[in-house]
């Protein structure tokens, strides 16, 4: 049950970047919403690349099926085992284990949420690119307009010319 140590930060989105297991309550949560019988934790855990003696452990330290699926998915975010050798802990080596396991209406809505979420965290890049460069707009408007604006020039300077 050796894990390999992540030195990276958490990742910015669930779906763009190696998993750590900061993410694990995301990683249950949505295989819970994509419908992952729980049952199959062991077979999903072999997919993953954990050994079966870690598994195994897994079922004896853990009493309900949750808690095992809960500790296996732990195992895989912290790289345990032979975890990179199936691509890592990502969300590409996750529907790739579902879908070996024949769990192909889970995996389609792994991916579908997976394409939903990067739609939208597209969208959100692409306006806050907007409001950057309507921010940068208005503040170039204001240079220009403050530096061409009329100053009006002090009367005792036209009366020296006189």
Same mark, same amino acid.
């Given at each position: 049950?050796?894990?390999?140590?992540?030195?990276?930060?958490p990742?910015p989105?669930?779906?763009?970047?190696?998993?750590?297991?900061?993410?694990?309550?995301?990683?249950?949560?949505?295989?819970?919403?994509?419908?992952?019988p729980?049952?199959?934790?062991?077979?999903?855990?072999?997919?993953?690349?954990?050994?079966? %003696?870690? /598994? !195994?452990?897994i079922k004896?330290?853990?009493?309900?099926t949750n808690?095992? &699926? =809960?500790? $296996?998915?732990?195992?895989?975010?912290?790289?345990?085992?032979?975890?990179?050798?199936?691509?890592g802990?990502?969300?590409?080596?996750?529907?790739?284990?579902?879908k070996?396991?024949?769990?192909?209406?889970v995996? %389609?809505? /792994? !991916?579908q949420?997976?394409?939903?979420?990067?739609?939208?965290?597209?969208? &959100? =890049?692409? $306006?806050?690119?907007?409001?950057?460069?309507?921010?940068?707009?208005?503040?170039?408007?204001?240079?220009?307009f403050?530096?061409?604006?009329?100053?009006?020039?002090?009367?005792?300077?036209?009366?020296?010319?006189?």
């Open positions: 049950m050796a894990t390999k140590s992540n030195s990276s930060s990742s989105s669930l779906f763009t970047s190696p998993l750590t297991i900061t993410q694990l309550i995301d990683v249950l949560d949505l295989l819970k919403r994509c419908g992952f729980q049952i199959k934790w062991h077979e999903l855990g072999l997919r993953l690349g954990l050994h079966k %003696d870690t /598994l !195994d452990a004896r330290d853990n009493v309900t808690d095992c &699926l =809960t500790e $296996c998915l732990s195992q895989w975010l912290r790289r345990a085992d032979n975890v990179d050798s199936k691509g802990a990502t969300f590409d080596s996750l529907s790739d284990a579902l070996s396991m024949n769990e192909n209406a995996a %389609d809505k /792994l !991916d949420e997976s394409k939903l979420i990067s739609l939208i965290v597209l969208v &959100l =890049t692409v $306006c806050v690119c907007i409001l950057l460069i309507t921010l940068y707009l208005v503040l170039v408007y204001d240079v220009i403050n530096a061409v604006s009329f100053q009006p020039v002090p009367s005792c300077i036209f009366i020296s010319i006189y």
